[in-house]
Every structure is written in structure tokens, then in C-alpha cells.
């Protein structure tokens, strides 16, 4: 248990479902972020949440919609996907001036069909 | 353009020997770098940091070296162990610039032979 958990850990839709991915931490962290890691691909930062406000988006295709309701959660809801969305998605998050280092969430494998 | 590289895809190393990792980077501004290592179906976890301003950090049999005028930093692990079987990824934050995001390599596969 590393103090950010996500849920589901793995995640099989269809091309036209709606899901959402949930992180959850309590450890009095300021920041959340979602990441996405595809094969043979460095982990690529999607969403940046700082006070519950985003403040980054790296150009993430719309069908991705985070959502962070207060400072311990973290959602990423999930809209008509496409099969090269299927990756691991990591939720980590720190405080500002951790000088610590990210906590990561183990992750939900999705997979698009 | 890749601003953190590790261009070992992988490693194989003897059980007890040394492992050494290695991750370049290439925006000065970058001054805290991280090692995180990562099993499969699992998220990475955070294993040893470096600032800028040191240029040696060590945690038991980790250790990483940071040489800022060639924007180089290494891992070593010693000695190695099965456990240590994983991908490791290097990363680089800019935190005097206060920017939050940190830039991830894209791994490496370190297999520790028996």
C-alpha cells in the first residue's frame, strides 16, 4: 500500500462505454496527477491538480475528463476511447515542495476493445 | 525531444555484482532528479533522489551520482539481488522554477542473473 490507491486495478471496455478511473490519497498531499504509460513509451503526464485546481493539461484528447472534487480524490472519467488509449494509468501525488519524490498509485490497466 | 534519456533499454547483471544505470538529460533548468524502480502491473515507487547541489547521494545499497556539467546521473546498485529485477526509470523535476512536473525516461529493464 503506498498511500495513493486507485481503483479499478484493471479495467476491459468497449469502444462506446463510459467508465472512470478513481484515485484516492490521504496523505495530506496538495497535488494529484494521472499519468499514462504505453508500451515502449515514457510515462506521459496528462493532468496536473494543485488545491484542487487544474492547472495543466498536456493536451489530452477530450475524451479524458478529470475531475477532482477535494484535495484526497482524483477521478478520470472515460468516454468513447479509442483501442490505442489502452495503457496503464497511474495516479500519483505530492506535496509542492516534497523534496521526497512522487507517490504513484499501483495503477489501472485498461483495456480498449 | 526526449529531455531525460536512458538509453539502455536493458541490463543484465551477475547476482552480487554491481548494476549501473545510467540517464542523460538535457535542460539545464532541471535540478532534482529522481530513480524510481517498477515491477510489472505495478506503479513505479519512488527509490532515491539527488538535488542539484550535491552531486553524491546515497541509501543503503543505493546510490546515485549526479555530473551537472555533462548532464549525466547513475544509479548503482551493490550489491545486486534478485529483488532488484525490474525497470528503473530516471526522472527530472525543475523545482527552483516551482514547475510541479517531473519528465520521465523511458526505462530500463535490469535483470539480475543468478
Known amino acids: 500500500e503506498t498511500g495513493v490507491t486507485q481503483t479499478p486495478r484493471h479495467l476491459v471496455m468497449g469502444m462506446t462505454n463510459k467508465k472512470s478511473l478513481k484515485c484516492e490519497q490521504h496523505?495530506?498531499?496538495?497535488?494529484m496527477y494521472w499519468y499514462k504509460q504505453s508500451a515502449k513509451k515514457p510515462l506521459e503526464l496528462m493532468f496536473v491538480y494543485s488545491l484542487e485546481e487544474r492547472v495543466e493539461n498536456n493536451s489530452v484528447p477530450s475524451r479524458f475528463s478529470p475531475e477532482c472534487p477535494n484535495s484526497s480524490h482524483l477521478f478520470l472519467h472515460l468516454h468513447t476511447l479509442q483501442p490505442e488509449d489502452s495503457a496503464l494509468y497511474l495516479c500519483?501525488?505530492?506535496?509542492?515542495?516534497?523534496?521526497?519524490?512522487?507517490?504513484f498509485g499501483s495503477g489501472t490497466r485498461l483495456t480498449v476493445v | 525531444d526526449q529531455q531525460v534519456k536512458q538509453n539502455s533499454p536493458s541490463l543484465s547483471v551477475q547476482e552480487g555484482r554491481i548494476s549501473i544505470l545510467n540517464c542523460d538529460y538535457t535542460?539545464?533548468?532541471?535540478?532534482?532528479f529522481l530513480w524510481y524502480k517498477k515491477y510489472p502491473a505495478e506503479g513505479p515507487t519512488f527509490l532515491i533522489s539527488?538535488?542539484?547541489?550535491?552531486d553524491k547521494n546515497e541509501d543503503g545499497r543505493f546510490t546515485v551520482f549526479l555530473n551537472k556539467s555533462a548532464k549525466h546521473l547513475s544509479l548503482h546498485i551493490v550489491p545486486s539481488q534478485p529483488g532488484d529485477s525490474a525497470v528503473y526509470f530516471c526522472?527530472?523535476?525543475?523545482?527552483?522554477?516551482?514547475?510541479?512536473?517531473?519528465?520521465f525516461g523511458k526505462g530500463t529493464r535490469l535483470h539480475i542473473l543468478p
Open positions: 496523505l495530506g498531499h496538495n497535488a
Open positions: 500519483a501525488s505530492s506535496q509542492d515542495t516534497d523534496n521526497y519524490g512522487y507517490t
Open positions: 526522472a527530472a523535476s525543475a523545482l527552483r522554477y516551482r514547475d510541479d512536473k517531473i519528465i
Open positions: 539527488i538535488s542539484s547541489i550535491k
Open positions: 535542460n539545464s533548468m532541471f535540478d532534482y
